[in-house]
């Protein structure tokens, strides 16, 4: 017997919630702070998206992962725990600085890291979240079981019925993402974008194991609904400057949401520098949505192309190899006429024109990246 039952087996097909047209962007704590984060880690960290132009560039959301959960009263309502005294006040305080609170629960009893899940509260959570002005869920499937997609209907549902504009992230592990085909159905369920992998972790082979398996999921995106390979772990510490890079080019490419997973607080001018380049942040935002793919696999070059919105298109050379590599790359071969106009995203200049890409270094673990008119 499933724990969720015959209710729960119901599929009901639930219409667009109008939100997250472009891939969501901002902040969630998990990469960094796991399950030490609170009142003040959130508000601090608003503060500092709101003063390091990171707000200005489009970062909104400011987002509480797992562990915000106490127990709930005895009408059933959840109450967060002693790490976070009033969640109301706290979404306030975002608000009041531009910016969008975000919040984390599960259709399992249990959450991920043991905390209170909203399995047969579903309705109540989404009218508490409501409530305290919340703008963003990450529902992570942890302990729940029975039907995926039915499960998640349910929350979409209670989602839509509070009236209020609700972003929802469905999450849950690779295997279990690969068995039910989510990006197939989770549009049905008034998610705006769900987790295609693993979870992220601090290092090279992770993200670029993630990064560049992503090819196939790239018809299942596109305005409102987002292939999620994971939150961002640029500036945590585990990735050379390039590696951290070569991670904002490939989830730019991706049109994957871009949620800084690192301590803003504490941020260096190098690593501010690559989340807030706005001419690449305007390639993962771009209007049509589309996904890029991999255009070209040349031993250790990979070269990922994406159409934009009005015929330009974007390209990215990644370099997996740990050592520089130099190559050309003629437009003829990705289809691009020669008459192009190219312009570096990270070097911020026109190139000149001359019928290919003529990159003399890209460092190892390196990438560039391209709009092409
Ligand atoms: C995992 C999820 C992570 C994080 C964690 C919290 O299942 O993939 O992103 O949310 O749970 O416990």
Redesign the pocket.
């Known amino acids: 017997m499933t724990r969720c039952g015959s209710d729960a087996l119901r599929h009901r097909d639930l219409p667009y919630n109008g939100l997250a047209k472009t891939p969501p962007m901002g902040w ?1 704590g ?1 990469n960094h702070f ?2 030490d984060v609170d009142d003040s880690v959130v508000r601090s960290t608003a503060d500092a998206m709101a003063s390091n132009g990171m707000r200005e560039v489009g970062y909104l959301y400011v987002n509480i ?3 915000w959960q106490g127990h709930r009263d005895q009408k059933g309502n959840l109450r967060p725990n002693q790490k976070f005294p009033d969640m109301k006040a706290l979404a306030d305080y975002v608000h009041s600085k531009g910016l969008r609170l975000g919040i ?1 629960s599960s259709p399992g009893p249990r ?3 043991g905390y209170e899940g909203s399995y047969a509260h579903e309705n109540q959570d989404a009218k508490t979240f409501a409530a305290w002005d919340i703008d963003y869920l ?1 529902y ?3 302990s729940a079981d029975g039907d995926m997609r039915a499960a998640y209907q349910k929350m979409g549902e209670a989602l839509q019925a509070t009236g209020r504009p609700i972003v929802f992230s469905l ?3 690779d295997k279990l993402a690969a068995e039910n085909r989510v990006w197939e159905w989770g549009p049905t369920t008034g998610a705006n974008l769900w ?1 295609t992998e ?3 972790s601090d290092s090279w082979e992770s993200i670029s194991k993630i990064g560049f398996s992503q090819n196939a999921f790239a018809p299942y995106a596109g305005p409102g609904h987002w292939n999620d390979p ?2 961002l772990e640029i500036g945590n510490g585990g990735l050379t400057l390039e590696e951290n890079r070569t991670h904002m080019t490939l989830w730019s490419i991706l049109a994957a949401p871009l949620l800084a997973g690192n301590d803003l607080r504490s941020v260096s001018p190098e690593i501010l520098a690559i989340l807030t380049n706005l001419e690449v942040i305007r390639i993962d935002q771009d209007q049509l949505g589309k996904e890029g793919t991999r255009a070209l696999s040349l031993g250790d070059i990979e070269i990922w192309t994406r159409p934009l919105q009005g015929g330009s298109s974007a390209v990215a050379v990644f370099n997996l190899a740990n050592h520089a590599e130099s190559f050309e790359i003629p437009w003829a071969s990705l289809n691009i006429p020669e008459s192009a106009r190219v312009r570096d995203l990270w070097n911020h200049a026109d190139l000149p024109n001359t019928g290919s890409i003529n990159l003399l270094q890209l460092p190892g673990h390196g990438a560039a990246l391209f709009r092409v008119e």
């Open positions: 969630n998990w796991q399950t992962d797992d562990s984390y959450t991920c890291a990450k992570d499937w942890c999450s849950q592990n987790r693993t979870d992220i994971d939150t």
